[in-house]
């Protein structure tokens, strides 16, 4: 064991995706979730390219693969529900539109989190109210009151991260938005959705549903543009409000699938943004994910950066013997390259979808083998190292694991 105590906030994707790494690497590692319990909901995510190797190398291939989901594939409608174009989870070796790599977000967390419970501590219903870094270590004050010091902090604290916030600067300083709002929530299977994704897009807006595991029940979509979005990313009353109002009047099965809206158990609604940094890491503190470098829903490589991050985040502490400065320089150096591929995917994306309003100049004809070799690098832009001679306790599934713990303050 190195001893390093590291710090890791936010327990969704990147959190307990660097907490397996780090353990594996030596590290003790302590979880702080702001939610009372791992977060359920939310789309479904995907893992194209170099991210199903870091699943793989994680041990968890298996996992992941059971609980995936079973798309077949998506088709575009006109408002009558004719359908315009067709896409398959087999087009492009399994990494194209509908990945081969498919899992419900909150499916995946809990994938993660069952995989590192045991080895990890796990904080939930808290968070990081203060926070010193000196030469050699950092002083946390956590919301419930315990003062504790480690030698390392990572912020997977997603978009809205308070420890970016808190160390950085103010959210307003990094976050781009992108002139579009996304809304997940389930409903009730009246509409016989089955094993494909259906969309509808018109001038901006979009509906669609997607099939759940629990076939009872589908996953509804909807987006509008809204350049000057102001909700509070906590406000789940007001995100609805908004929601009814942008996507009245729109056509399809819009009414019916607002018509749930008021009662169902989940509901997600962001703005889409990505996070520009000049760099990801002060001292002893960093960076991952979201909170790090979030390419938007609509680039769909969100999930996978976090996961590769993860990896690499991990093994150049280790490699670099725990020493901050050497070890973020050595990730952001590896990252940066296919952290920006996907961000551009993403803007396109958008644009793409006339985001910017119905007085906007119609997007340019793509150069498709430009935009062929910008997918590729989204896809597979970065190399895995295998950090040879770099400490390696195994998968928890290989392991003798260390004895960890969960608490929860909510
Ligand atoms: C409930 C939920 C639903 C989502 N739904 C979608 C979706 O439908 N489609 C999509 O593309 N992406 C969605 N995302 C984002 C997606 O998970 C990320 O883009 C990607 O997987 C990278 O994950 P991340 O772990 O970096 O960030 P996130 O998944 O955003 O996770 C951040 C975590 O940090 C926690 N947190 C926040 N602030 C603090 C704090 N101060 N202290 C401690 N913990 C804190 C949050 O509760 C959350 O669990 C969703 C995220 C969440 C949390």
Same mark, same amino acid.
């Given at each position: 064991?190195?001893?390093?105590?590291?710090?890791?906030?936010?327990?969704?994707?990147?959190?307990?995706?660097?907490?397996?790494?780090?353990?594996?690497?030596?590290?003790?590692?302590?979880?702080?979730?702001?939610?009372?319990?791992?977060?359920?909901?939310?789309? =479904?995510?995907?893992? !194209?390219?170099?991210?199903?190797? $870091? *699943?793989?190398?994680? %041990? +968890?291939?298996?996992?992941? /693969? &059971?609980?995936?989901?079973?798309?077949?594939?998506?088709?575009?409608?006109?408002?009558?529900?004719?359908?315009?174009?067709?896409?398959?989870?087999?087009?492009?070796?399994?990494?194209?539109?509908?990945?081969?790599?498919?899992?419900?977000?909150?499916?995946?967390?809990?994938?993660?989190?069952?995989?590192?419970?045991?080895?990890?501590?796990?904080?939930?219903?808290?968070?990081?109210?203060?926070?010193?870094?000196?030469?050699?270590?950092?002083?946390?004050?956590? =919301?419930?009151?315990? !003062?504790?010091?480690?030698?390392? $902090? *990572?912020?997977?604290? %997603? +978009?809205?991260?308070?420890? /970016? &916030?808190?160390?950085?600067?103010?959210?307003?300083?990094?976050?781009?938005?992108?002139?579009?709002?996304?809304?997940?929530?389930?409903?009730?299977?009246?509409?016989?959705?089955?094993?494909?994704?259906?969309?509808?897009?018109?001038?901006?807006?979009?509906?669609?549903?997607?099939?759940?595991?629990?076939?009872?029940?589908?996953?509804?979509?909807?987006?509008?543009?809204?350049?000057?979005?102001?909700?509070?990313?906590?406000?789940?009353?007001?995100?609805?409000?908004?929601?009814?109002? !942008?996507?009245?009047?729109?056509?399809?099965?819009?009414?019916?699938? +607002?018509?749930?809206?008021?009662?169902?158990?989940?509901?997600?609604?962001?703005?889409?943004?990505?996070?520009?940094?000049?760099?990801?890491?002060?001292?002893?503190?960093?960076?991952?994910?979201?909170?790090?470098?979030?390419?938007?829903?609509?680039?769909?490589?969100?999930?996978?950066?976090?996961?590769?991050?993860?990896?690499?985040?991990?093994?150049?502490?280790?490699?670099?013997?725990?020493?901050?400065?050497?070890?973020?320089?050595?990730?952001?150096?590896?990252?940066?390259?296919?952290?920006?591929?996907?961000?551009?995917?993403?803007?396109?994306?958008?644009?793409?979808?006339?985001?910017?309003?119905?007085?906007?100049?119609?997007?340019?004809?793509?150069?498709?083998?430009?935009?062929?070799?910008?997918?590729?690098?989204?896809?597979?832009?970065?190399?895995?190292?295998?950090?040879?001679?770099?400490?390696?306790?195994?998968?928890?599934?290989?392991?003798?694991?260390?004895?960890?713990?969960?608490?929860?303050?909510?």
């Amino acid at each position: 064991m190195s001893g390093t105590r590291v710090l890791v906030a936010g327990a969704s994707i990147a959190g307990p995706a660097l907490a397996h790494w780090l353990r594996r690497r030596g590290a003790e590692v302590t979880v702080v979730e702001r939610a009372p319990g791992l977060r359920p909901g939310g789309q =479904a995510v995907d893992a !194209r390219g170099v991210a199903k190797e $870091v *699943i793989v190398r994680m %041990g +968890l291939d298996e996992q992941v /693969r &059971a609980t995936r989901t079973d798309t077949a594939g998506a088709y575009t409608v006109d408002a009558d529900g004719n359908v315009l174009e067709t896409y398959r989870a087999d087009d492009h070796g399994g990494d194209g539109y509908i990945a081969e790599i498919e899992i419900l977000r909150g499916d995946l967390s809990q994938v993660l989190y069952d995989d590192t419970r045991d080895g990890v501590e796990y904080l939930f219903g808290d968070r990081i109210a203060e926070l010193t870094q000196d030469a050699d270590g950092v002083d946390v004050t956590f =919301a419930a009151g315990d !003062r504790r010091r480690f030698d390392l $902090v *990572i912020g997977a604290d %997603g +978009l809205h991260s308070g420890l /970016r &916030a808190m160390v950085f600067g103010p959210r307003e300083q990094y976050l781009r938005h992108l002139g579009m709002v996304l809304a997940f929530y389930t409903v009730p299977n009246e509409f016989e959705v089955d094993r494909w994704l259906i969309d509808y897009q018109e001038s901006g807006r979009s509906a669609g549903l997607r099939p759940l595991p629990d076939a009872t029940r589908a996953m509804a979509m909807l987006s509008f543009t809204d350049p000057d979005f102001e909700v509070d990313h906590r406000d789940v009353e007001a995100q609805k409000r908004l929601l009814r109002e !942008r996507m009245a009047g729109f056509g399809w099965w819009t009414p019916r699938i +607002l018509a749930h809206l008021d009662a169902t158990p989940d509901f997600y609604l962001d703005q889409v943004a990505q996070v520009v940094m000049d760099r990801w890491s002060s001292g002893r503190v960093g960076l991952l994910g979201d909170a790090a470098f979030s390419s938007s829903p609509m680039s769909g490589g969100g999930t996978g950066l976090a996961l590769v991050g993860a990896y690499l985040l991990a093994g150049e502490l280790a490699a670099a013997g725990w020493d901050p400065a050497a070890g973020f320089a050595a990730y952001e150096r590896q990252m940066r390259p296919f952290v920006e591929a996907n961000q551009e995917i993403g803007r396109m994306h958008v644009q793409s979808r006339d985001a910017s309003g119905p007085d906007a100049e119609p997007p340019a004809e793509p150069d498709m083998e430009a935009l062929m070799q910008l997918v590729e690098r989204a896809i597979n832009g970065v190399a895995l190292p295998d950090y040879a001679g770099v400490p390696d306790s195994g998968s928890t599934h290989s392991s003798a694991m260390t004895a960890g713990s969960t608490r929860s303050t909510a």
